[in-house]
């Protein structure tokens, strides 16, 4: 009986770890996904707005957008 337990057990944790596996891949696709679209929204926006900052080229535009949309502060800036 022991040894029953201990495979259902162990199976249980196997299937468990199978799923656990499938959902983060899954939620990983999609966060993959809709950064993906917020980044090309970003990309049109920063063509429409680009007479709002004149001092700044269209890379740089969609640089700030990102960051401000997609709280990606911290990371390090592509001008320098």
Do not use: C, W
Not at 4 to 17: D, E, V
Not at 35 to 50: G, L
């Amino acid at each position: 009986m022991q040894h029953i337990l201990t495979s259902h057990n162990y199976l249980t944790k196997a299937i468990s770890a199978l799923f656990e596996l499938i959902t983060d891949s899954i939620s990983g696709l999609l966060e993959s996904l809709i950064r993906a679209r917020q980044v090309q929204a970003n990309k049109e926006i920063s063509v429409m707005v680009r007479h709002e900052y004149p001092d700044m080229t269209l890379i740089a535009i969609e640089d700030m957008l990102n960051r401000q949309t997609m709280r990606l502060d911290t990371l390090p800036r592509g001008d320098s």
